[in-house]
């Protein structure tokens, strides 16, 4: 008996939380995608964990659309990473060959159709765990949108340094 690939990314991701085979392709992943070896809209977003303080870094589909970037829980709201990037005050770190300082701002309802849709679209991963079809109509996507947070991501501006003391 085969699984499809729908049915296997459910089984990973069973309750919402990934099994241990999940967390451990979920490191593996982090990893390329901090180092840039993968398409450059798979990244790594390390944020501190809101009761360890230890970095969690978790792979995740970068979507653009209209010159935005945006990141997308395929999971819904009761992530770790989300809870963390909320208690973290939205900021955040991505990586992807280089280090980047993000404030990822909280998409309001309303406009998350489009991102969401366009997620789906660059993360077959996701797919199964959205529940809409790709090539379903905006209107599809709008019935997931409650219950999809995303997130535009907004470059930090450079912090300035201060001359080394002698």
Do not use: C
């Amino acid at each position: 008996m085969t699984m499809a690939r729908g049915d296997y990314h459910r089984w990973m991701y069973r309750g919402g939380r990934p099994n241990a085979w999940a967390r451990w392709q979920n490191r593996l992943s982090a990893w390329l995608h901090a180092r840039g070896v993968m398409p450059r809209r798979l990244v790594t977003l390390e944020v501190p964990g809101r009761v360890s303080g230890r970095t969690a870094a978790v792979p995740l589909v970068l979507a653009e659309l209209d010159g935005e970037r945006y990141l997308v829980s395929m999971l819904g709201d009761r992530v770790n990473w989300v809870a963390n990037v909320r208690a973290n005050d939205h900021l955040a770190t991505l990586r992807h060959g280089v280090i980047e300082a993000v404030t990822l701002e909280e998409v309001p309802q309303a406009l998350r159709p489009r991102v969401i849709q366009r997620y789906v679209q660059v993360a077959p991963g996701g797919r199964p765990h959205i529940g809409v079809d790709r090539h379903a109509p905006l209107k599809a996507f709008a019935a997931v949108a409650a219950a999809t947070p995303v997130f535009r991501v907004r470059a930090q501006p450079p912090q300035p340094t201060r001359p080394a003391a002698r």
